[in-house]
């Protein structure tokens, strides 16, 4: 995916979770960290979306087929997970989601 691709989706996605508070863009393995109120609840990488998980949180992610963030062959972040597509096409159920996503660090 190219860079003008990834920033429009990017600010695409932003713009969804709006009605969830300020949400922060910074860079970060070569894609974007997104955070509410300093807390970091997404990766956006090579134009995919993931959400942080927490035990009873990965199941859907993982009864779907979505496979957790690897940014390279030798490391895999296993608590963030890929959002699948029909997901993000559903401005809805993508805040739904997030909202999962950040109440993973607030048990």
């Known amino acids: 995916m190219t ?6 989706l990017r600010d695409r996605l932003v713009a969804q979770l709006a009605k969830l508070g300020a949400i922060e863009c910074r860079p ?4 974007h960290g997104l955070y509410r109120d300093g807390v970091f ?20 992610y ?3 087929g979505m496979r957790p963030f690897r ?11 890929e959002v699948p597509a ?8 993508l805040r739904a989601w997030a909202e999962d996503a950040l109440r993973v660090h607030h048990g």
């Open 41 to 60: 609840f997404a990766i956006l990488y090579d134009g995919h979306l993931y959400f942080k998980t927490g035990h009873a949180s990965r199941a859907r």
């Open 86 to 93: 029909e997901v993000l096409q559903d401005g809805e159920e």
């Open 28 to 31: 970060m393995f070569g894609g």
């Open 71 to 81: 940014p390279t062959a030798r490391q895999t972040l296993r608590t963030y997970y």
């Open 3 to 8: 860079l003008a691709k990834d920033d429009s």
């Open 62 to 64: 993982v009864e779907r």
